[in-house]
């Protein structure tokens, strides 16, 4: 019984697909080799610069090339991936569904992998997982509720001790001769008086 379903793009559509596809691929490659090329002329001068302010900038600057190669470097594997899937004659078939992508998608975004219904379907999956679900969904035998208690524990200081500095010291010692004006003080020694 033949069946009339498509199962695969013709190898007419896959080499327009490939065309397509190393065309972007140049373009990917010499927008690497131009992006590199400027965050090695980035980080030279960071080292040549000593203010600290076009240092900071230089920074930021570089972070975002980099950035930017890891994300080129990226592009350039889904393009050589894409290239892969055409050899295979693979190329242009939903990954969840089985099902051929619309060929406007594929020439929109030649890397897909998933037809629109998928990734649709997809994100809808996604976000369900992501939102909470509210408490009225949950059946009330089964509902918990966690309670929490803040406990604060009382800060206890202690009286700061005081520092006395050495001119403290001197001050103290000449009051303390200042009080003992009346007393003849020749007699004694230094440490007769310092003790």
Known sequence: MPSNTVTRYSDKD???????????????????????QSLEDAAESKDREGDW??????????????????RQRKHIMDLTNALQRIKNKSYGICVITGALIDKRRLMAVP?????????????????????????????????????????????ITKPAEEEIEEEDINDFYVDDLEDTAGIDLDGYSEEDVDS
């Open 14 to 36: 896959l080499l327009e697909f490939q065309q397509l596809i190393e065309s972007k691929l140049e373009k990917a490659n010499r927008q690497l080799a131009n992006t590199t």
């Open 53 to 70: 302010m076009d240092d900071s900038t230089s920074s930021t600057d570089i972070q975002m090339l980099e950035a930017m190669v890891h």
């Open 111 to 155: 890397t897909t992998t998933k037809s629109i219904a998928a990734k649709l379907a997809g994100n809808s999956t996604q976000q369900q997982a992501a939102e909470p679900k509210s408490p009225k969904a949950t059946p009330k035998n089964t509902a918990r509720k966690v309670l929490t208690r803040v406990i604060r524990k009382p800060i």
